[in-house]
């Protein structure tokens, strides 16, 4: 069995990431088979790691598919977090009226009912200022949606190179997460497959046009046996490099090649050049099995670390703690007004020490440490990394973490953002250690 993931998300817009999972269903044994669907489960946050259900009051409860996962992404631009969900050869998506509830908007969106999507990741992959979605398909072909002021959205994975193996076959596709692992200013593409068949990462060569690079980066071996689920680029260890995480666990209880509970993995990102194997390190969890699932990165309790949720199949959930000391950080909300005033693809660049440091990888939800921008500099200014999503690994997604490590100096100047539609930069002073907001408007 697959089960579903999680998602944090901060669906009312109070600041606190709030605690989404999907419902999943039932498969008769009747000849035709029978599905239906179970509705998720929406917990509101009420802070110090309090929260209460709340699936009714936001249209959540009704009937609905079978649901393998959901991811948050505001598709429209209005400011208000909308819902991908994936299921049983239907995905849906849910669209936030700004009130606290949700309406389905799948058939005009152009989605395909045949799609078998269990990953998928939502990010500005293209710089155009709207959020593009892809989706990892078990056995099938990905897909790559390019999003745009009006729908039906339009479909380009084969085109794009990430639908595909490296030899152009159709893999068993679970997790999938989207950032700039490598500092070059675009956004790159990891997902986890079935046993043997490497994970596959894709490098954006050129905009909308990726390359599979798993083995010359170190991935081409180390999980190759197992079942990968959920996964994610995080920055663990505040370095400023993007690390990698990803849950294993079988779908078969003793007919696989390998066992059915097995250990989840984090990889260690030098400098974007390759990756190291960190996992015993990791903390006990990483030193035992799981049949693990879905993954969300978040910082739960506002610490400037990132915290992380896995969920398993017939095991509790599981809520893994940062320990990372943190050398000095600093938290950031940015609004947009004429992008979206979530503005997925916000240049953000950060002055220390005399250095130019990235302060985001451009999504303002992304956390990770500061690092001298790699990029040309455009206007005298830093100009910025790979356009980061909240939205990725098996079936799941994380919500809105704001900060980034500041080194250790406490009194950095200010953070600058450069608004992805085209908007002048706004600026403002935020010592490190503090939580502050960067706008062009208001929610």
């Given at each position: 069995m697959v089960g579903g993931g999680p998602s944090l998300v901060d669906y009312d817009g109070d600041g606190r990431l709030d605690l989404l999972l999907t419902g999943g269903g039932t498969i008769s044994n009747a000849v035709p088979i029978e599905i239906a669907g179970l509705p998720p489960a929406l917990y509101r946050n009420l802070g110090d790691w309090k929260f209460v259900p709340v699936t009714a009051d936001a249209g959540l409860a009704g009937p609905t598919s079978y649901s393998h996962g959901i991811m948050a992404a505001d598709y429209d631009n209005d400011g208000f977090t909308d819902l991908f969900v994936s299921g049983y050869g239907k995905a849906r998506l849910l669209h936030n009226d700004g009130a606290g509830s949700f309406c389905d908007v799948s058939r005009e969106s152009g989605l395909r009912d045949e799609d078998r999507a269990l990953g998928f990741v939502a990010a500005d992959m293209n710089n155009d200022g709207w959020t593009d979605i892809y989706v990892a398909n078990d056995e099938a072909a990905n897909r790559l949606y390019l999003g745009g002021p009006s729908f039906p959205l339009r479909e380009i994975g084969e085109l794009s190179g990430a639908a595909l193996s490296e030899d152009g076959a159709a893999e068993g596709r679970m997790g999938v997460d989207w950032g700039d692992f490598d500092g070059d200013g675009r956004g790159d593409l990891f997902v986890t497959n079935f046993e043997l068949e490497d994970n596959a990462l894709y490098r954006?060569?050129?905009?909308?046009?990726?390359?599979?690079?798993?083995?010359?980066?170190?991935?081409?071996?180390?999980?190759?046996?197992?079942?990968?689920?959920?996964?994610?680029?995080?920055?663990?260890?505040?370095?400023?490099?993007?690390?990698?995480?990803?849950?294993?666990?079988?779908?078969?209880?003793?007919?696989?090649?390998?066992?059915?509970?097995?250990?989840?993995?984090?990889?260690?990102?030098?400098?974007?050049?390759?990756?190291?194997?960190?996992?015993?390190?990791?903390?006990?969890?990483?030193?035992?099995?799981?049949?693990?699932?879905?993954?969300?990165?978040?910082?739960?309790?506002?610490?400037?670390?990132?915290?992380?949720?896995?969920?398993?199949?017939?095991?509790?959930?599981?809520?893994?703690?940062?320990?990372?000391?943190?050398?000095?950080?600093?938290?950031?909300?940015?609004?947009?007004?004429?992008?979206?005033?979530?503005?997925?693809?916000?240049?953000?660049?950060?002055?220390?020490?005399?250095?130019?440091?990235?302060?985001?990888?451009?999504?303002?939800?992304?956390?990770?440490?500061?690092r001298p921008a790699r990029t040309r500099p455009?206007?005298?200014?830093?100009?910025?990394?790979?356009?980061?999503?909240?939205?990725?690994?098996?079936?799941?997604?994380?919500?809105?973490?704001?900060?980034?490590?500041?080194?250790?100096?406490?009194?950095?100047?200010?953070?600058?953002?450069?608004?992805?539609?085209?908007?002048?930069?706004?600026?403002?002073?935020?010592?490190?250690?503090?939580?502050?907001?960067?706008?062009?408007?208001?929610?």
């Open positions: 954006q060569e050129q905009p909308e046009l990726f390359r599979h690079v798993s083995i010359p980066m170190g991935l081409g071996g180390p999980c190759r046996s197992l079942v990968g689920f959920g996964t994610g680029f995080v920055d663990f260890d505040l370095d400023g490099w993007l690390d990698l995480f990803i849950c294993n666990g079988h779908v078969f209880y003793r007919t696989g090649r390998s066992p059915c509970r097995q250990p989840a993995f984090v990889f260690r990102n030098r400098e974007g050049r390759h990756f190291d194997d960190v996992s015993r390190a990791a903390g006990d969890y990483f030193r035992r099995v799981h049949v693990g699932r879905g993954a969300a990165p978040g910082d739960l309790d506002n610490n400037g670390t990132q915290d992380l949720v896995i969920v398993h199949q017939n095991d509790p959930v599981s809520i893994l703690k940062n320990r990372q000391q943190r050398a000095g950080w600093i938290s950031l909300r940015l609004i947009g007004r004429n992008s979206s005033r979530d503005p997925i693809g916000t240049v953000v660049t950060y002055e220390f020490e005399g250095r130019k440091m990235v302060i985001g990888t451009i999504d303002p939800r992304r956390r990770s440490g500061c455009t206007a005298g200014r830093a100009s910025a990394v790979g356009r980061g999503s909240p939205e990725r690994g098996l079936c799941s997604a994380d919500g809105r973490p704001r900060g980034r490590s500041a080194g250790r100096d406490r009194r950095s100047p200010g953070p600058q953002a450069e608004f992805s539609a085209g908007a002048a930069a706004a600026a403002a002073r935020h010592a490190a250690g503090r939580r502050g907001t960067i706008g062009r408007g208001r929610r």
